[in-house]
Nanobody
Framework: QVQLVESGGGLVQPGESLRLSCVASGNIFRSYIMGWFRQAPGEQRELVASITSGGDTNLVDSVKGRFAVSKDNAKKTVHLQMNGLKPEDTAVYYC??????????????WGQGIQVTVSS
């Protein structure tokens, strides 16, 4: 079992920044992918950014140049630095881990989600 707890959300004005954090606890395997997803009202949940256990990162095109994903292995924490926020970034943001038991099999866990609202 893995538990994920997000923090750092809130209400900001367009152009401002937020830093989301996701602290993981429990049995995290050597190989994993941690991701940040978001879901706006009436929309499907979408992947925003991910980082592998090896440190490879991926960002969706709509946030490239504005967002960055990083991790602190010692603290078992993943961060999503969000700069230049836009109203369309408003959503509930979820932390996810794909915990690889073997090459082709993983366990997936979700955080409870945290609200990010960008509005003037």
């Amino acid at each position: 079992q893995v538990q994920l707890v997000e923090s750092g959300g809130g209400l900001v004005q367009p152009g401002e920044s937020l830093r989301l954090s996701c602290v993981a606890s429990g049995n995290i395997f050597r190989s994993y992918i941690m991701g940040w997803f978001r879901q706006a009202p009436g929309e499907q949940r979408e992947l925003v950014a991910s980082i592998t256990s090896g440190g490879d990162t991926n960002l969706v095109d709509s946030v490239k140049g504005r967002f960055a994903v990083s991790k602190d292995n010692a603290k078992k924490t993943v961060h999503l630095q969000m700069n230049g926020l836009k109203p369309e970034d408003t959503a509930v943001y979820y932390c996810n881990i794909k915990n690889y038991v073997s090459t082709n099999f993983y366990e997936s866990y979700w955080g409870q989600g945290i609200q990010v609202t960008v509005s003037s």
